[in-house]
């Protein structure tokens, strides 16, 4: 496995590469959800990157990039396991170079549930995943369900803009209490995470009202139905100071 950190190293390097390539975008602290999308990656594809890039532009000035959890040794050793021929970790001058000044902004999708409650949020996501793609150039492209929103704005961004690669979205992967793995759950203390099982409960009852019952003794952001594809319930919480974000697939088949 080769561990990249330019665009010309990356372009080197995959050029190297049998085709078709599978990319796997994500912001390290790797957990199952991440792996699952990188084993069907190698199963689908002769060769496989992932990228590892904490992204200052999909965080507001008071959201946590400079304390999102960060372990890069752990991750490369999970993604080598995982079958992965290239990861591409950039700093963030190799992709905000000085003067960085384009940027992609998707429309209707972005504007409610995380992109109301994160302005400039998926402007961030869908500018870094388009550079990304530019960048690696993959065949086919990971996303997990967990980020229904964002499965979908990518799928927008992609179909509008006629980039090369096909849009895979893979189901939420769980712990056994049926919390949804994110790096996020590194930040709660144990009696926090017993709380913060009240969102899957909520959300399992796939009905609104019910689950904003359930989750009245957290701090809601939102429980509101999202019109994407597949139709989905998604609620964001805080428990503590953590904010939690979770869906379940409200009609049809989990991708
Ligand atoms: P992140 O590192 O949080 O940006 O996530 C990278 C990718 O992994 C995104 O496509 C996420 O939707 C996906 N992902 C995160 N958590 C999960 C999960 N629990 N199950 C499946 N995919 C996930």
Same mark, same amino acid.
């Given at each position: 496995m080769k561990v990249v950190s330019t665009i010309a190293e990356t372009r080197a390097a995959l050029r190297e590469l049998p085709r078709p390539h599978g990319l796997v975008p994500t912001m390290g602290y790797l957990h199952e959800g991440h792996l699952s999308l990188a084993r069907q990656a190698r199963r689908d594809n002769a060769s496989v990157s992932a990228s590892i890039f904490v992204n !200052? $532009?999909?965080? *507001? !000035?008071?959201?946590d990039f400079t304390t999102y959890p960060r372990d890069e040794q752990r991750d490369l050793a999970l993604l080598e396991e995982a079958g992965t021929d290239l990861v591409y970790m950039p700093p963030v001058e190799v992709v =905000?170079?000085? *003067?960085?000044d384009t940027y992609v902004t998707v429309g209707a999708?972005?504007? !409610?549930l995380e992109g109301a409650a994160r302005p400039g949020h998926f402007r961030g996501v869908a500018t870094v995943v388009a550079k990304l793609f530019n960048v690696i150039q993959p065949d086919r492209a990971y996303f997990g369900q967990k980020d229904a929103q964002q499965a979908a704005v990518i799928r927008r961004m992609v179909r509008d803009l006629a980039v090369a690669v096909e849009i895979r979205v893979l189901p939420t992967v769980r712990d056994d209490d049926g919390l949804a793995l994110s790096?996020?759950? $590194? =930040?709660?203390s144990a009696a926090e995470r017993e709380r913060a099982l009240a969102l899957p409960r909520a959300l399992a009852t796939k009905d609104p009202t019910k689950a904003r019952e359930l989750l009245r003794d957290l701090e809601v952001e939102y429980v509101e139905v999202g019109e994407f594809e597949p139709k989905v319930l998604a609620a964001a919480v805080r428990v503590g100071g953590t904010r939690l974000i979770d869906n379940i697939v409200l009609e049809g088949e989990e991708t």
């Open positions: !200052p $532009a999909q965080f *507001g !000035p008071s959201e =905000y170079p000085p *003067g960085f999708l972005t504007e !409610p790096s996020r759950n $590194a =930040y709660l």
